[in-house]
Antibody, heavy 121, light 108 residues
Framework: EVQLLESGGGLVQPGGSLRLSCVAS????????LSWVRQSPGKGLEWVSA????????NYADSVKGRFTISRDNSMNTLHLQMNSLRGEDTAVYYC??????????????WGQGTLVTVSS | EIVLTQSPGTLSLSPGESATLSCRAS???????LAWYQHKPGQAPRLLIS???SRATGIPDRFSGSGSGTDFTLTISRLEPEDFAVYYC?????????FGQGTKVEIK
């Protein structure tokens, strides 16, 4: 059974940093691309960043480019999102999502339950 | 960026009825790149449909997807109690993924 378990969320002040993690199980982690998707309170889903299976290929939404960094440790089956210079509009539940291929592809076949990030003073 | 607009915002129906959810794109979307998800509060979103009309593994056949170009539809026939949730369409283009704002299917 595919499982994605996010952690690392919490309350942080504007301008601060936070590192999210997503531990995966139930599939060959190193063979699949992954993404982070977020949902702000009362709003819809927004794709944040993607990374290929081999880690060399990364993509970011314009809203986070230059502030967030996606990475993965295939030896630990873990995906990370380093978030710097956080803003109020980054407040959201952050989901880890798996692609069905080794490169980021059209859709997400499995998701985690999310971790809440609150940016507030 | 391709914007997806879902309608209606909320659908109030009774178990056993059918639901028709619409997703309209601001420009043409490849049929291969349109997906639908179900999301319940506190749970992980679940893939229902990929490639406009292909049901994901384990998804019952009361869920069906159709459409092309800029207009796509998710149909849920014979609503079951567990089907009441928020549904999102999603498209992929040029290494960018965007979602509609969601349609809530609630119990009438």
């Amino acid at each position: 059974e595919v499982q994605l378990l996010e952690s690392g969320g919490g309350l942080v002040q504007p301008g601060g940093s936070l590192r999210l993690s997503c531990v995966a199980s139930g599939f060959t982690f190193s063979s699949y691309a992954l993404s982070w998707v977020r949902q702000s309170p009362g709003k819809g889903l927004e794709w944040v960043s993607a990374i290929g299976a081999s880690t060399t290929r990364t993509n970011y939404a314009d809203s986070v480019k230059g502030r967030f960094t996606i990475s993965r440790d295939n030896s630990m089956n873990t995906l990370h999102l380093q978030m710097n210079s956080l803003r109020g509009e980054d407040t959201a539940v952050y989901y880890c999502a798996k692609h069905p291929t080794h490169v980021p592809s059209a859709y997400f076949d499995f998701w985690g339950q999310g971790t809440l990030v609150t940016v507030s003073s | 960026e391709i914007v997806l607009t879902q309608s209606p915002g909320t659908l109030s129906l009774s178990p056993g009825e059918s639901a028709t959810l619409s997703c309209r794109a601001s420009q043409s979307v490849s049929s291969s790149y349109l997906a639908w998800y179900q999301h319940k509060p506190g749970q992980a979103p679940r893939l229902l449909i990929s490639g406009t009309s292909s049901r994901a593994t384990g998804i019952p056949d009361r869920f069906s997807g159709s459409g092309s170009g800029t207009d796509f539809t998710l149909t849920i026939s014979r609503l079951e109690p567990e089907d009441f949730a928020v549904y999102y369409c999603q498209q992929y283009s040029a290494l960018t993924w965007t979602f509609g704002q969601g349609t809530k299917v609630e119990i009438k």
